[in-house]
C-alpha cells in the first residue's frame, strides 16, 4: 500500500543538528513532489519545506530557511531533511507528505524532534 | 503571505447533526483549497481538494464550497468517527503553502 515512514527524530540540544528520513513505498516516488510539514505540540501545522520530483525546484519557510536542507534520493525512494542550528521552537511532530495538486494527500506518522538542553 | 482564519474554534455538535465550518483567506485563493481532518495521535487526512472535490475514500457526507477567500467545509451528519480537528490550507499563492489555525469539532 502506499506508504510514508519517518525516521530520525529524538532529542538535541540547541545548536546541535539532527536528520529526518522519510522511506516511500507504494507509489513511483519520483514521480511526485514531496514536503516536510511540523506540528509543535498542541498547535497547528506548519509547512516547512518542498521538493520538486527531480530536486530541481526548493523551497523553504521563512522559519526554516538557511538552517534546514531538503533532498531527495529517488532511486532509494527517500526524502531527507537536514536540521541545523536547531532552537527550541523547532520542537515538533515533523511529517513527510506527498503532493496531489498541491494539497497533501498522503502523511507519513511523524517523527518527534525536541529541542532542548 | 497570504493568512487562513478558521472559525469557530470549537464546534460543539451532536451525533447525526449538521456541521459547518468556516476557512478565510487573507487575499482570493481562487479554488486552491485542501481541507484535513485530524484525530488525535494522527497524521491529517486530506478530505478535500480544489475547495469541493472529495479526495479517496471520502465519504459523501464531507463537502466543501466556496472560492476566493470564503470557503466552507460541511460535514452532513457527523458520526462518531468525525470529531476532529480540521485545518484548512491554501495553494494559490506560494510560497509559504498556509494552513489555518484549526477548528476542533466535538461532542455536544
Known amino acids: 500500500q502506499v506508504q510514508l515512514v519517518e525516521s530520525g527524530g529524538g532529542l538535541v540540544k540547541p545548536g546541535g543538528s539532527l536528520r529526518l528520513s522519510c522511506a516511500a513505498s507504494g507509489f513511483t516516488f519520483g514521480d511526485y513532489y514531496m514536503s516536510w510539514i511540523r506540528q509543535a505540540p498542541g498547535k497547528g501545522l506548519e509547512w516547512v519545506s518542498y521538493?520538486?520530483?527531480?530536486?530541481?525546484?526548493?523551497y523553504y519557510a521563512d522559519s526554516v530557511k538557511g538552517r534546514f536542507t531538503i533532498s531527495r534520493d529517488n532511486p532509494k525512494n527517500s526524502l531527507y531533511l537536514q536540521m541545523n542550528s536547531l532552537r527550541a521552537e523547532d520542537s515538533a511532530v515533523y511529517y513527510c507528505?506527498?503532493?496531489?495538486?498541491?494539497?497533501?494527500?498522503?502523511w507519513g506518522q511523524g517523527t518527534m524532534v525536541t529541542v532542548s538542553s | 503571505e497570504i493568512v487562513m482564519t478558521q472559525s469557530p474554534a470549537t464546534l460543539s455538535v451532536s451525533p447525526g447533526e449538521r456541521a459547518t465550518l468556516s476557512c478565510r483567506a487573507s487575499?482570493?485563493?481562487?479554488?486552491?483549497l485542501a481541507w484535513y481532518q485530524q484525530k488525535p495521535g494522527q497524521a491529517p487526512r486530506l478530505l478535500i481538494y480544489?475547495?469541493?472535490t472529495r479526495a479517496t475514500g471520502i465519504p459523501a457526507r464531507f463537502s466543501g464550497s466556496g472560492s476566493g477567500t470564503e470557503f466552507t467545509l460541511t460535514i452532513s451528519s457527523l458520526q462518531s468517527g468525525d470529531f476532529a480537528v480540521y485545518y484548512c490550507?491554501?495553494?494559490?499563492?506560494?510560497?509559504?503553502?498556509?494552513f489555518g489555525g484549526g477548528t476542533k469539532v466535538e461532542i455536544k
Open positions: 507528505a506527498r503532493l496531489l495538486v498541491r494539497a497533501f494527500d498522503i
Open positions: 480544489g475547495a469541493s
Open positions: 487575499q482570493s485563493v481562487s479554488s486552491n
Open positions: 490550507q491554501q495553494y494559490n499563492n506560494w510560497p509559504p503553502l498556509t
Open positions: 521538493i520538486s520530483s527531480s530536486a530541481s525546484t526548493i
